[in-house]
């Protein structure tokens, strides 16, 4: 039972929960005439490797807060912050993790992926000590990293990038956290992001519209050269569309959480069948393509 206890803890200072986030590497597999499973292979060599490298930053974060997470009403109860894990051990951990990412680096052999996933590093260090005290720079950040990810499995196996895909990965990201800002303007969320007092409502209801206007036109725009028939594209699109109308509901009635897109799927049932039904779109679709039926 104590085994299990610390792994849980090892898992929440690794932020497991954020880990669904690399799952956008595998965006590269809708593109593909023809699917094998030495290209899945290293598309989830390469998921695992920006989960990885997430969870290095994450770490490194906390190891530098930890004054300060202690003093926090939520963030104290961190594995860290709360004394469940010792910083030696975290420490340990980053230097385990790194390892593994280094592993899988050299095993992929792909100079333009590796210059790509230590960017994201690099960015994701940068946002943490500078950039997320910058109203609106802050977010654009947070959706260059979906974008990031996105891009990295065409890199990954050497397919023309489809920047109109990447725009709207990155669209949708900023769509999204435009409405989680306006969820923490409204409860004065301070405390947990200091920069929530330098945005305006206005400036962010003005830019929540725009943004899902463009990731809709990128979005078939990135459609339109597709390896997969139209109805899956489709029906993978509008499923999305739906989990981010359920956001939106969720955000308006339960402020007070709506800063964590995790805790959304936890306390909303329907945005979680959702988003299951999306997943299994997902799987439908390259079972279809593995098979040979999507032509």
């Given at each position: 039972?104590?085994?299990?206890?610390?792994?849980?803890?090892?898992?929440?200072?690794?932020?497991?929960?954020?880990?669904?986030?690399?799952?956008?590497?595998?965006?590269?597999?809708?593109?593909?005439?023809?699917?094998?499973?030495?290209?899945f292979?290293?598309?989830?060599?390469?998921?695992?490797?920006?989960?990885?490298?997430?969870s290095?930053?994450?770490?490194?974060?906390?190891?530098?807060?930890?004054?300060?997470?202690?003093?926090?009403?939520?963030?104290?109860?961190?594995?860290?912050?709360?004394?469940?894990?010792?910083?030696?051990?975290?420490?340990?951990l980053?230097?385990?993790?790194?390892?593994?990412?280094?592993?899988?680096?050299?095993?992929?052999?792909?100079?333009?992926?590796?210059?790509?996933?230590?960017?994201?590093?690099?960015?994701?260090?940068?946002?943490?000590?500078?950039?997320?005290?910058?109203?609106?720079?802050?977010?654009?950040?947070?959706?260059?990293?979906?974008?990031?990810?996105?891009?990295?499995?065409?890199?990954?196996?050497?397919?023309?990038?489809?920047?109109?895909?990447?725009?709207?990965?990155?669209?949708?990201f900023?769509?999204?956290?435009?409405?989680?800002?306006?969820a923490?303007?409204?409860?004065?969320?301070?405390?947990?992001?200091?920069?929530?007092?330098?945005?305006?409502?206005?400036?962010?209801?003005?830019?929540?519209?725009?943004?899902?206007?463009?990731?809709?036109?990128?979005?078939?725009?990135?459609?339109?050269?597709?390896?997969?028939?139209l109805?899956?594209?489709?029906?993978?699109?509008?499923?999305?569309?739906?989990?981010?109308?359920?956001?939106?509901?969720?955000a308006?009635?339960?402020?007070?959480?709506?800063?964590?897109?995790?805790?959304f799927?936890?306390?909303?049932?329907?945005?979680?069948?959702?988003?299951?039904?999306?997943?299994?779109?997902?799987?439908?679709?390259?079972?279809?393509?593995?098979?040979?039926?999507?032509?």
């Amino acid at each position: 039972m104590q085994l299990f206890v610390k792994t849980y803890d090892i898992l929440r200072q690794l932020r497991w929960h954020q880990w669904y986030k690399a799952l956008l590497v595998f965006s590269v597999l809708l593109f593909l005439q023809h699917q094998s499973v030495g290209s899945f292979s290293l598309v989830l060599a390469g998921a695992i490797a920006f989960a990885l490298s997430s969870s290095i930053v994450y770490i490194i974060n906390d190891l530098g807060d930890i004054e300060r997470d202690r003093q926090h009403p939520v963030k104290k109860l961190r594995p860290l912050a709360s004394g469940v894990l010792t910083p030696f051990e975290v420490a340990s951990l980053m230097v385990l993790l790194s390892g593994l990412v280094l592993v899988l680096v050299g095993l992929l052999a792909n100079v333009q992926f590796t210059a790509l996933l230590f960017g994201y590093v690099l960015l994701n260090l940068l946002y943490t000590y500078y950039i997320k005290h910058i109203p609106y720079v802050d977010i654009v950040f947070v959706a260059l990293f979906a974008g990031i990810r996105a891009a990295s499995g065409f890199f990954l196996l050497g397919v023309a990038v489809n920047w109109f895909l990447v725009g709207a990965v990155m669209a949708l990201f900023l769509f999204i956290l435009t409405v989680q800002r306006l969820a923490e303007v409204a409860v004065n969320n301070v405390a947990a992001r200091p920069v929530i007092k330098k945005y305006s409502p206005r400036a962010l209801k003005f830019l929540m519209t725009f943004f899902m206007m463009v990731s809709v036109i990128f979005y078939f725009l990135a459609m339109s050269v597709v390896a997969l028939p139209l109805v899956y594209t489709d029906v993978l699109y509008f499923l999305v569309l739906l989990v981010v109308h359920e956001y939106m509901c969720f955000a308006e009635n339960r402020k007070d959480i709506a800063e964590d897109g995790f805790a959304f799927f936890l306390h909303h049932r329907l945005g979680l069948v959702l988003f299951l039904l999306l997943l299994l779109s997902l799987l439908v679709a390259g079972v279809a393509l593995f098979s040979g039926l999507a032509r």
